[in-house]
């Protein structure tokens, strides 16, 4: 189940909101429950996976604050234990594939499905674990409680990563209130229509632009293949951060106030600037959890490198099982070592830009591509190699046919939008009686223009997927 599919907006969503508001004693069982069946919807088995490490990470919690002598035993136990998990289930095929491929061992893999959303989930209960060890947090008392955190159907599928401080009092304290829910109305809206109207249209380009197999591939023009990967840019911004708008957006009408998770990454200036803007909660994860432990940069130069070698390894690594994300986080961290030690702040502001979506664009080739052999056609076809010539006429009548659609998705990936919002509430409070009905007006028909389009975009499209259910 999606956020993005007419089932859940129409049935799941409307009943769990309905049930919610008319039962006030019982909301978090509520949400408890709702959330366990959305996470079901996938494959009820993994349910029990999800259950599992929630009951391991809420014991060991417990433990660590009831005998803090040993805490640090409790926390390693606990890491060892998740880590594993995650790692048999995400990592060990891809481990046995390349050792067959060396060895000739074992004959055969069996293949393991990968749960929804391990990833995250994983992560935070990692969180929550070593805060309590830090004492920032307290241990929850109650299993159901940390269950409801870790199964929260907003975001327990594809993020953003919820800390447990984030929430700990709101799973007690909260109290909503209407401008709540029509924050939270709007914010779903804004992400719904970002989804089904443009990033899906954009993958629809994208996946004709890049089709699969090597000499499909080999076929396509350089200019094809620069405009596929450039739909591919929009295309996951807009489907992921849609996901983090509609979760945001969930969370506030119930009560929860769950950290922004994108920061229109691509108006960034350098590509330290986009990972600040990018996937932020995962980035903090990895700064706080992983590269602060390590020594950060408060260490020598030598001890420094080897801390973002650690963490860009395990950040492109997280993303999946496949040599290509690898390559994807050690590719980042060449450039972030490049501007950190070689030409930091020698790029003019201008330029500067340009740099930086040009490593982006590039990245995100190396992102798509899990085929290798595939990969290497395309980067070889983006620089003249290999490919059907420059141009051709199939890739022009579809950059022609969608050219609006291009252009508007660009706009949405920038703040223009938020500005233009921000100037004409501004003017509406200046005592103009014209900007002030204007305002009221644009802002009464959003929500429901919105709705109306992405619903209009859904009906009868079955080509809906959310490309963060796979990480």
Same mark, same amino acid.
């Given at each position: 189940?999606?956020?993005?599919?007419?089932?859940?907006l129409?049935?799941f969503?409307?009943?769990?909101?309905?049930?919610?508001?008319?039962?006030?004693?019982y909301?978090?069982?509520?949400l408890?429950?709702?959330?366990?069946i959305?996470?079901?919807?996938?494959?009820?088995?993994?349910?029990?996976l999800?259950i599992g490490?929630?009951?391991?990470?809420?014991?060991?919690?417990?433990?660590?604050?009831?005998?803090?002598?040993?805490?640090?035993?409790f926390?390693?136990?606990d890491?060892?234990?998740?880590?594993?998990?995650?790692?048999?289930f995400?990592?060990?095929?891809?481990?046995?594939?390349?050792?067959?491929?060396?060895?000739?061992?074992p004959?055969e893999?069996v293949?393991?499905?990968?749960?929804i959303?391990?990833?995250?989930?994983?992560?935070q209960?990692?969180?929550?674990?070593?805060?309590v060890?830090?004492?920032?947090?307290k241990?929850?008392p109650?299993?159901?409680?940390?269950?409801l955190?870790?199964?929260?159907?907003?975001?327990c599928?594809?993020?953003?990563?919820?800390?447990?401080?984030?929430?700990?009092?709101?799973?007690?304290?909260?109290?909503?209130n209407?401008n709540?829910?029509?924050?939270?109305?709007?914010?779903?809206?804004?992400?719904l229509?970002?989804?089904?109207?443009?990033?899906?249209?954009?993958?629809?380009?994208?996946?004709?632009l890049?089709?699969s197999?090597?000499?499909?591939?080999?076929?396509?023009?350089?200019? %094809? @293949? *620069?405009? #596929?990967?450039i739909?591919?840019?929009?295309?996951?911004y $807009?489907d992921?951060? =849609?996901?983090?708008? /509609?979760?945001?957006?969930?969370?506030?009408?119930?009560?929860?106030?769950?950290?922004?998770?994108?920061?229109?990454?691509?108006?960034?200036?350098?590509?330290?600037?986009?990972?600040?803007r990018?996937?932020?909660?995962?980035?903090t994860?990895?700064?706080?959890?992983?590269?602060?432990?390590?020594?950060?940069?408060?260490?020598?130069?030598?001890?420094?490198?080897?801390?973002?070698?650690?963490?860009?390894?395990l950040? %492109? @690594? *997280?993303? #999946?099982?496949?040599?290509?994300?690898?390559?994807?986080? $050690?590719?980042?961290? =060449?450039f972030?070592? /490049?501007?950190?030690?070689?030409?930091?702040?020698?790029?003019?502001?201008?330029?500067?830009?340009?740099?930086?979506?040009?490593v982006?664009?590039?990245g995100?080739?190396?992102?798509?591509?899990?085929?290798?052999?595939?990969?290497?056609?395309?980067?070889?076809g983006?620089?003249?190699?290999n490919?059907?010539?420059?141009?051709?006429?199939?890739?022009?009548t579809?950059?022609?046919t969608?050219?609006?659609?291009?252009?508007f998705?660009?706009?949405?990936?920038?703040?223009?939008?938020?500005?233009?919002?921000?100037?004409l509430t501004?003017?509406?409070?200046?005592?103009?009686?014209?900007?002030?009905?204007?305002?009221?007006?644009?802002?009464?028909?959003?929500?429901?223009?919105?709705?109306f389009?992405?619903?209009?975009?859904l009906?009868?499209?079955n080509?809906?997927?959310?490309?963060?259910?796979?990480?």
């Amino acid at each position: 189940m999606v956020f993005s599919s007419l089932f859940f907006l129409f049935v799941f969503l409307i009943c769990n909101l309905i049930v919610y508001f008319f039962n006030v004693k019982y909301r978090n069982i509520i949400l408890l429950a709702f959330s366990l069946i959305f996470y079901s919807w996938g494959g009820p088995r993994y349910l029990i996976l999800l259950i599992g490490d929630t009951f391991i990470s809420w014991i060991f919690a417990l433990l660590m604050e009831k005998y803090p002598k040993y805490k640090k035993i409790f926390l390693i136990l606990d890491l060892v234990f998740m880590l594993s998990v995650l790692g048999i289930f995400k990592y060990l095929g891809f481990i046995l594939t390349n050792i067959q491929h060396i060895f000739h061992v074992p004959k055969e893999i069996v293949q393991i499905v990968l749960p929804i959303g391990i990833s995250f989930y994983t992560f935070q209960l990692i969180s929550y674990d070593v805060d309590v060890y830090k004492e920032k947090v307290k241990a929850q008392p109650v299993f159901w409680k940390l269950l409801l955190y870790s199964s929260l159907f907003h975001q327990c599928i594809a993020g953003p990563i919820v800390r447990y401080e984030t929430v700990a009092n709101e799973i007690d304290h909260r109290k909503v209130n209407l401008n709540d829910v029509y924050y939270g109305i709007r914010r779903f809206s804004i992400g719904l229509a970002k989804k089904a109207v443009l990033a899906n249209s954009c993958a629809s380009i994208a996946d004709t632009l890049l089709p699969s197999g090597t000499q499909a591939l080999h076929a396509q023009s350089t200019l %094809g @293949l *620069w405009a #596929g990967v450039i739909m591919y840019t929009l295309q996951i911004y $807009l489907d992921f951060s =849609a996901y983090s708008d /509609m979760a945001i957006g969930m969370g506030r009408m119930v009560g929860f106030h769950y950290l922004e998770n994108f920061n229109y990454p691509y108006v960034a200036c350098s590509v330290q600037d986009f990972w600040r803007r990018w996937h932020i909660s995962l980035s903090t994860f990895f700064r706080d959890y992983v590269y602060i432990p390590l020594g950060g940069n408060r260490v020598s130069k030598r001890k420094t490198i080897r801390n973002l070698a650690i963490v860009w390894f395990l950040t %492109g @690594l *997280w993303h #999946g099982a496949s040599w290509n994300y690898i390559f994807w986080g $050690l590719y980042y961290l =060449a450039f972030l070592l /490049m501007e950190r030690y070689v030409y930091k702040d020698k790029i003019k502001k201008g330029w500067s830009h340009i740099y930086t979506l040009l490593v982006v664009v590039v990245g995100w080739t190396i992102f798509r591509f899990e085929n290798l052999s595939e990969l290497k056609t395309v980067l070889c076809g983006m620089i003249g190699i290999n490919t059907g010539g420059f141009v051709n006429l199939a890739c022009i009548t579809q950059l022609k046919t969608n050219l609006f659609l291009i252009l508007f998705s660009m706009i949405a990936c920038t703040n223009l939008g938020n500005m233009m919002h921000n100037a004409l509430t501004h003017l509406s409070k200046t005592g103009n009686q014209f900007f002030f009905y204007f305002y009221n007006i644009i802002d009464t028909l959003t929500v429901p223009v919105l709705l109306f389009l992405s619903f209009l975009a859904l009906i009868g499209n079955n080509y809906n997927p959310f490309l963060y259910f796979q990480f």
